[in-house]
Nanobody
Framework: QVQLVESGGGLVQPGGSLRLSCAAS????????MRWYRQAPGKQRELVAA???????NYGDSVKGRFSISRDNAKNTVYLQMDSLKPEDTAVYYC???????????????????WGQGTQVTVSS
């Protein structure tokens, strides 16, 4: 069973920084892309940032130049460094792991997608 556990959320003042982490655990052989999404109250979930296994990245327009995504493949962990935070960044942030390759006796090798439980980020003075 694969689990994604996020950490690092909290309350921060405008202009401040936070670093989110998302660690995937379980019998994992590889993970393709890893992504961060966010969802604010009353709004749709939106893509914040994504990173491929090889390290290629892309960002949502609203966070370009302020957020940075990185990953440690050996630790199956993805990070999101958030700088110059604004009140409109307030949301629940979710981690997503795409094409996670695992193994079971019943199914052999197979790929699945997984989501974390979310971590709250609040930007307020």
């Amino acid at each position: 069973q694969v689990q994604l556990v996020e950490s690092g959320g909290g309350l921060v003042q405008p202009g401040g920084s936070l670093r989110l982490s998302c660690a995937a655990s379980g019998s994992i052989f590889s993970i393709s892309a890893m992504r961060w999404y966010r969802q604010a109250p009353g709004k749709q979930r939106e893509l914040v940032a994504a990173i491929t296994r090889g390290g290629s990245t892309n960002y949502g327009d609203s966070v370009k130049g302020r957020f940075s995504i990185s990953r440690d493949n050996a630790k199956n962990t993805v990070y999101l460094q958030m700088d110059s935070l604004k009140p409109e960044d307030t949301a629940v942030y979710y981690c997503n792991a795409d094409h996670v390759r695992t193994f079971s006796v019943a199914r052999g090798f197979y790929d699945s997608d997984y989501w974390g439980q979310g971590t709250q980020v609040t930007v307020s003075s």
